[in-house]
C-alpha cells in the first residue's frame, strides 16, 4: 500500500518494524495482523498511521461489518506490531483485561501464579492493543485503563500490587460502533484519550477489487450484482428497514465465495438473510437479491 504520509514519519516507520519483526519471538510474529483490509479512502489509513506513531491511541468508529478489525490488523502488520485483542462483552471485568492468579505447582510444592491477561501482556512487550466493540463493556469496568491511555502509560495491577508501565511501541486501538444493540455511550473522558477515524462501509469500485481479490467468486457479472446488492441493503439499512448486520460487508464476501458453488440467492440466504432475527428483514433481503439474481 502506497501511503502518502511525511517521509519522515514513513521511514521510521519501516525501519522499526523491521527491527521488530527480526527481534520478535514466533510465539509473537502469530499475532501480527494480516494487510487484508481495504480502504474506501487511503486517508483513512494514513491519518491512522500517523496518530499511532505519534503515540496516538486510535478510536475506529464504523458499523457492523464495515472493516474495523481488518483495519487493526492492517495496522499491526505495517507496524510489524503484535496485536493482543480484548472482545469486550458486558462480562468483561478487571481479570479479562489485567489477569488472575491461579494455582500451579513447582518442584512439587503449591504456589501461587499470576496469568497476565492482554494489557498486561501488550504494555510489558510494548505492543498494540485492541480493545473490539469497547462500548459493550459496563461503563464501571473501562475507568481502569485511563492510566494506560493517557500520558502516563500506566496501570495499578490490583491482583499483583504492582504498577505495570508500558514499554515504549505500546498503543491502544479501539473499535466502536454506536448503533448498535447493547452498547452504551462511550464516557467522555475516556473517548477524550483517542483519536477517532470514521470508517464507513466498502462501495463501488473499490469493493468489487476486494471481492475479486478476497472471495473465490471471479465472474465479473456476478461481482457486480453483488456489489450492487451491497449498495442497496445499506441504503436499506441507513433507512431503518434493515438492521446493521445485514449490510456487512464479512457476510457479503461469505455470500460470494458460497455463490461459487450454490445458487446465489440461496448462498445469500445462508450467508446474510438467515443470520436476522426479524423475519420481514430476511424476506427484505431475499426481495433484494430476487431483482438481482435469477
Request: glycine letters at 6%.
Amino acid at each position: 500500500m502506497n501511503l502518502q504520509i511525511p517521509i519522515v514519519i514513513k521511514e521510521k516507520l519501516q525501519t522499526e518494524a523491521a527491527q521488530r519483526i527480526e527481534k520478535l519471538p514466533d510465539v509473537y510474529k502469530e499475532l501480527i495482523g494480516k494487510p487484508g483490509y481495504t480502504a474506501p479512502d487511503a486517508s483513512l489509513v494514513e491519518d491512522a498511521v500517523i496518530a499511532l506513531a505519534l503515540g496516538k491511541n486510535v478510536l475506529l468508529k464504523g458499523p457492523t461489518g464495515s472493516g474495523k478489525t481488518k483495519l487493526a490488523e492492517l495496522l499491526s502488520n505495517l507496524f510489524g506490531q503484535p496485536l493482543h485483542q480484548v472482545n469486550a462483552s458486558v462480562d468483561l471485568d478487571a481479570e479479562a483485561l489485567l489477569g488472575h492468579k491461579t494455582l500451579s505447582y513447582k518442584d512439587s510444592k503449591q504456589e501461587i501464579e499470576f496469568i497476565a491477561g492482554p494489557v498486561t501482556k501488550a504494555a510489558n512487550n510494548g505492543h498494540f492493543l485492541y480493545i473490539d466493540e469497547i462500548n459493550i463493556a459496563k461503563p464501571e469496568t473501562l475507568p481502569i485503563l485511563n492510566g494506560m491511555l493517557d500520558y502516563r502509560r500506566t496501570i495499578a495491577n490490583p491482583f499483583t500490587g504492582e504498577v505495570v508501565k508500558a514499554q515504549p511501541g505500546f498503543n491502544v486501538i479501539a473499535a466502536i460502533n454506536e448503533g448498535y444493540i447493547g452498547t452504551v455511550p462511550l464516557n467522555e473522558a475516556l473517548k477524550n484519550r483517542f483519536v477517532v477515524i470514521e470508517v464507513p462501509y466498502i462501495e463501488g469500485e473499490t469493493l468489487k477489487e476486494m471481492l475479486k481479490s478476497q472471495s473465490q467468486q471471479k465472474d465479473e457479472e456476478v461481482l457486480e450484482k453483488f456489489v450492487q446488492l451491497s449498495s442497496d441493503l445499506i441504503g436499506q439499512a441507513k433507512a431503518g428497514h434493515l438492521s446493521e448486520d445485514a449490510a456487512s460487508i464479512r457476510a457479503l464476501l461469505d455470500a460470494a465465495d458460497l455463490s461459487v458453488y450454490l445458487p446465489a440467492k440461496r448462498a445469500i440466504q445462508r450467508a446474510i438473510a438467515d443470520k436476522l432475527e426479524d423475519a420481514r428483514e430476511r424476506a427484505l433481503v431475499a426481495n433484494v437479491a430476487a431483482t438481482l439474481f435469477v
